[in-house]
């Protein structure tokens, strides 16, 4: 039978006792991954590049294509899964589906949050266009119009759902596979 002894002295003689301890220092250094900053970034960068997207469709009068206003959904698609490779990167692998669910969530909440409120800036900047998401009647030059509210609401629950859906799809994507750093 071992004694305690053995056991340490075994575990000290291991050639791959370097490589261990220095594991075990990465994963602690990894443990402590910041998600707030990098979601807050990623989402802010994502909602204004729907923004703009959108201003694009509205100048170039193809708001009214549904195919291309949920083709904005894509952005956030694509910015979810540039955020989540490069968590994977940092996170080890224990961690990173609660860590990815944080990122993905908070990125999505930012950006929904960030895209209402450009819907509701370029409806009262830019009457002329026709962002009707939906509704019967494009949205009125009033601001205190119930459709201004209406179609960011919609937008903002539409990117909600958008964009938890793509981050289960990330996540599941880069389960179980070996990313190059």
Not at 40 to 56: D, K, N, Q, R, T
Request: glycine share 10%.
């Amino acid at each position: 039978m071992n004694t305690s002894e053995e056991i340490l002295r075994q575990e000290n003689e291991d050639p791959n006792r370097r490589e261990i301890d220095k594991m075990r220092h990465v994963l602690a250094e990894r443990a402590g991954v910041k998600i707030y900053p990098k979601s807050l970034m990623y989402g802010i960068i994502s909602g204004l590049l729907i923004g703009l997207y959108l201003v694009f469709l509205g100048l170039a009068g193809m708001a009214d294509n549904i195919y291309l206003n949920f083709s904005k959904l894509i952005i956030l698609v694509g910015i979810l899964g540039i955020g989540l490779y490069n968590l994977r990167k940092e996170c080890p692998l224990d961690t990173y589906f609660p860590k990815g669910i944080e990122l993905g969530g908070l990125t999505t909440l930012f950006c929904a949050l960030t895209l209402g409120l450009v819907y509701v800036a370029i409806s009262v900047a830019m009457p002329e266009t026709n962002f009707s998401y939906g509704f019967s009647e494009p949205v009125a030059e009033d601001i205190n119009s119930s459709h201004v509210f209406a179609g960011a609401g919609s937008t903002f629950f539409e990117t909600l759902v958008a964009g938890l859906i793509g981050t289960f799809i990330w996540l599941q994507y880069f389960k179980g596979r070996e990313i190059k750093e």
